[in-house]
């Protein structure tokens, strides 16, 4: 199975950009879908974007995921950062597209003070 380690976070200003790693180990990286999810204080976890295998690099709006197997990593970048951006940030990874993320990450902090 994989293990997943984010990094990057840190306290940033708003407008800032910032972009958050997601390094993997113990499987195949090419075999996951990763996908980032973020939980701000009091609120559920939710989903911010994802990136499937042999992709390179999507784009959603002020968020840009990327990876690169043969680095087994993955990237979150984030611009014009938001006060409501602020939340623990995690990725995970599953094989199959429609199956629930079954590895995660232990977060890293992302604060975004105004």
């Known amino acids: 199975q994989v293990q997943l380690v984010e990094s990057g976070g840190r306290l940033a200003q708003t407008g800032d950009s910032l972009r958050l790693s997601c390094a993997a180990s113990?499987?195949?990286?090419?075999?996951?879908?990763i996908g980032w999810f973020r939980r701000a204080p009091g609120k559920e976890r939710e989903f911010v974007a994802a990136?499937?295998?042999h992709s390179k690099e999507f784009i959603m709006g002020r968020f840009t995921v990327s990876r690169d197997d043969a680095q087994s990593t993955a990237w979150l970048e984030m611009n014009d950062l938001k006060p409501e951006d602020t939340a623990i940030y995690y990725c995970?990874?599953?094989?199959?597209?429609?199956?629930?993320?079954?590895?995660w990450g232990q977060g890293t902090q992302v604060t975004v003070s105004s």
């Open positions: 113990g499987d195949t990286f090419s075999k996951y879908i």
């Open positions: 995970a990874a599953k094989i199959q597209i429609t199956a629930p993320y079954d590895y």
């Open positions: 990136i499937a295998w």
